[in-house]
């Protein structure tokens, strides 16, 4: 048992050849520049569904409010 335990560690650790390391970086750099657009973008659609809804309902949140709406309006973040 110790033996393919010893065997399955090798396995599972293996050898990356610097071509292989090369495009594991590049991928995952990759990864991370999408994964900031995606969070840039999801703030762009957060702020333009803030908007329309604004523009469709109004500012006067009391009217909510009566309808039972726990409403929270606050200043957007300078960038």
Not at 28 to 36: A, K, R
Not at 38 to 57: F, H, K, S
Not at 59 to 72: A, C, Q, S
Request: charged fraction near 30%.
């Amino acid at each position: 048992m110790k033996k393919k335990k010893d065997e399955l560690e090798l396995a599972l650790r293996g050898y990356i050849n610097p071509h292989q390391r090369l495009m594991i970086k590049t991928i995952l750099t990759h990864i991370d520049f999408l994964s900031d657009q995606i969070e840039l973008l999801n703030l762009e659609v957060a702020t333009r569904m803030v908007e329309q809804i604004l523009a469709e309902v109004g500012t006067d949140v009391e009217r909510l409010e009566n309808l039972g709406y726990n409403v929270t309006i606050s200043e957007p973040n300078a960038s």
